[in-house]
């Protein structure tokens, strides 16, 4: 495989998107399938806990999050629910996707907010009929995968709800982790998606890609990291990392988010903006060419920008229905080993309402890659004396059935995805896997030199 720097025409940039809603069906299909893993697990109530930044178990069966106050979900294995919610959050028990009656928990509020009602949180499992003699599966946001501990029993819901928790049932062993169920790569609810799922996240996943492409276009010798990073918002909707528009040397006086920073002429700069479905990141130089590179990087594209290219190649190649996770990674590390190119997570992980949901791709993994699942291609080089590489980007996994439903119920969702396809592959050249489905206009078109907007890696050969 050999990868060169060419010029390109520049991808298709899709504007005045519609929101794909989530059906009915698709919310009544997901809580029926967390009451048959509740059954198969046998537990008799499921607790799932939310606050604005680890919210998207939670929304995943209400269709909200709490944004600034905490909530719980409380489901029993007979599908009775209940919404434990704030003084300000109250209201959207009526909007929740599935029944649930609103229990008001004023702990869950804003500090020094009125306690009115006040009771003990035992008073309030009560109120929601969670039964001290129950196995209770606690959902927070993070699945545990220690070798230390048994993650069964780590709870990462705050000190006072699990203590409360401990205090009220008869056994602590009756309490149990239950976030596999949802995101765990070995059958979790939330790694596979119908044909709804996936055109209702191809929404953020085109804003993302068209933030970075105007952004990129942006880049300018003297803009500030504001100016640019400016571009990276889109359509007021809500980000699920942090933005990212660094120039040089980042985190100064600890700053993780843009700064009045100006861009100079052979600058590493770096760019992250995620929205619901998928994240696009680009990492870079201000500069027009290889001759426009600080003098001790001036065989980067050698070093580090072609090698991480000919991974990206090869993971978009290779990824399909069937694939095993542990296949995957040893192929990665054959085409782009850790050891040399100093990567250290996982070259891929689920997205989706959450940027980053688990991995299947790790060493020793047995996890397959089915039809419906949604990836970030994401591999993550760090060579002592380089800058980086990134063009990380959301892409879906569905087989000959799911496109077929897709292209029928979404034909704007599908012609934007056939329009990517044919542009990686006739403009990049990748030969594309049949099962891959680029979410993002800009999956696979990677400038690292941002003042050339038109020279890009393709594979040749």
């Not at 003098?295 to 190649?313: C, H, M, R, W």
Request: charged share 20%.
């Amino acid at each position: 495989m050999t990868i060169n720097l060419n010029e390109v025409a520049l991808p298709t940039i899709h504007t005045n998107l519609e929101s794909v809603i989530l059906s009915n069906e698709t919310m009544t299909a997901r809580k029926e399938n967390f009451l048959a893993k509740m059954k198969q697990q046998s537990i008799d109530t499921a607790i799932i806990y939310a606050d604005r930044e680890h919210g998207a178990n939670f929304e995943y069966l209400t269709g909200f999050i709490p944004r600034f106050e905490e909530a719980c979900l409380v489901i029993h294995s007979n599908g009775d629910s209940y919404l434990m919610l704030g003084n300000e959050n109250l209201k959207l028990a009526a909007h929740s996707r599935i029944p649930a009656k609103a229990v008001h928990v004023p702990y869950f509020s804003l500090p020094n907010q009125p306690m009115t009602g006040e009771k003990t949180l035992a008073d309030h499992f009560k109120e929601c009929h969670i039964s001290p003699d129950a196995t209770i599966g606690v959902i927070g946001w993070k699945l545990f995968t220690s070798s230390h501990y048994d993650n069964g029993g780590l709870f990462d819901l705050p000190f006072y709800v699990v203590d409360s928790l401990i205090q009220y049932v008869s056994d602590r062993k009756q309490l149990q982790n239950f976030a596999s169920a949802l995101i765990s790569p070995e059958g979790g609810l939330r790694t596979t998606h119908n044909a709804n799922e996936i055109a209702h996240f191809e929404y953020g996943a085109t804003l993302a890609g068209k933030g970075m492409f105007e952004a990129i276009q942006a880049a300018e010798v003297g803009k500030t990291e504001k100016e640019i990073g400016a571009f990276l918002a889109q359509e007021g909707q809500p980000n699920t990392v942090t933005t990212i528009s660094a120039a040089g040397q980042r985190f100064t006086h600890a700053t993780l988010y843009p700064r009045d920073n100006k861009a100079s002429l052979g600058d590493n700069y770096s760019m992250t903006v995620g929205y619901k479905g998928g994240l696009s990141s680009r990492a870079g130089f201000v500069a027009a060419s290889k001759d426009d590179l600080p003098e001790n990087q001036s065989d980067y594209l050698e070093k580090v920008g072609i090698p991480y290219f000919t991974a990206y190649t090869a993971w978009l190649e290779n990824i399909k229905v069937g694939t095993v996770g542990d296949e995957f990674y040893s192929m990665i590390q054959e085409v782009f080993p850790s050891d040399v190119y100093g990567w250290t997570l996982n070259p891929g992980h689920y997205t989706g309402d959450d940027e980053w949901m688990s991995s299947p791709f790790f060493k020793g993994s047995n996890a397959v890659v089915k039809s419906g699942q949604m990836f970030q291609v994401d591999i993550i080089p760090s060579v002592p004396g380089y800058s980086g590489a990134s063009c990380e980007e959301p892409v879906a996994i569905a087989d000959e059935a799911l496109q077929a439903e897709l292209k029928e119920s979404y034909p704007d969702v599908w012609n934007r995805i056939e329009t990517r396809r044919n542009y990686i592959k006739n403009v990049i050249k990748i030969e594309l896997s049949d099962d891959v489905l680029p979410l993002s206009d800009t999956v696979a078109f990677y400038t690292p030199f941002f003042l050339n907007k038109t020279l890009a890696y393709t594979k040749e050969g």
